[in-house]
């Protein structure tokens, strides 16, 4: 069993820069494969990005390549989502994922994913 907590949400201009947190209980934070997904009103929830177990390779989504950045430090059992050059179609609900991590590609739909925070808001005003 894991828990998320998101934090770091918050109101930026377009241009400007977040971090999102996403802190992880558990022994085994480092086995787990961990995702940020969005949702925006309306929208159905989607992908953003992934990280494979610690070390392992890490995966976005096209809208945000170049801009988001996804790290974990594994002492901490901590995830976080470094999004630079903020944009107003980048605001949404930003939620923390996690599950197992098994052999094989690293899952970008959010049905693969047991675990989930309860989410952030970010908002990119123009």
């Known amino acids: 069993q894991v828990q998320l907590v998101e934090s770091g949400g918050g109101l930026v201009q377009a241009g400007g820069s977040l971090r999102l947190s996403c802190a992880a209980s558990g022994r085994t934070f480092s086995t787990y494969a961990m995702g940020w997904f969005r949702q925006a009103p309306g929208k159905e929830r989607e992908f953003v990005a992934a990280?494979?177990?610690?070390?392992?390779?890490?995966d976005y989504a096209d809208s945000v390549k170049g801009r988001f950045t996804i790290s974990r430090d594994n002492a901490k059992n901590m995830v976080y989502l470094q999004m630079n050059s903020l944009k107003p179609e980048d605001t949404a609900v930003y939620y923390c994922a996690a599950r197992p991590w098994r052999p094989g590609p690293l899952p970008l739909s959010s049905l693969f994913y047991d675990y989930w925070g309860q989410g952030t808001q970010v908002t990119v005003s123009s």
């Open positions: 990280s494979s177990r610690s070390d392992g390779p890490t």
